[in-house]
């Protein structure tokens, strides 16, 4: 099984190319993926992992996602080379895309890219139901 699940924060925008051989669109991206544990003291590190996303995917990376965001992706490992100009073997490995999410939370005045202008009305849960139950972000388990 060749799964990958990543969280991270985009290093730069998406940059979008087409196939020549029949004009597929293609979004690259790299993503800073926090390593989860850090040693008293030290700085947690981050690697910094290259994703390719196809078709409708790559649309929407292309389309949605900026640098500094933090997304999630899942897809699969994929590994290939080639020579490269002076003869030498260059070996690459890649996150191919096949789902991609926004996973920031959406800052003050920043538009949702899916709105479609009906203003909502706002929660009050002082009028929730009595099941309910408020939770905050640091309630949450990720």
Known sequence: MNKVVLMGRLTRDPE???T???NTLVATFSL???????RQGEER???FIN???WDRT???CSKY?????QVGVIGR???RNYDDKDGKKVYVTEVIAEEAYFADTRRDGEANPFSTGATGAAFDANNAPSDFTQVTDDDLPF
């Open 77 to 79: 490992i994929q590994t």
């Open 51 to 53: 994703v390719v996303a």
């Open 45 to 47: 590190q981050a690697d």
């Open 58 to 60: 790559g649309e929407f």
């Open 65 to 69: 996602f900026k640098k500094g965001q």
């Open 20 to 22: 020549s051989t029949n």
């Open 32 to 38: 800073a993926v926090n390593r989860r544990f850090a």
């Open 16 to 18: 979008v190319r087409y």
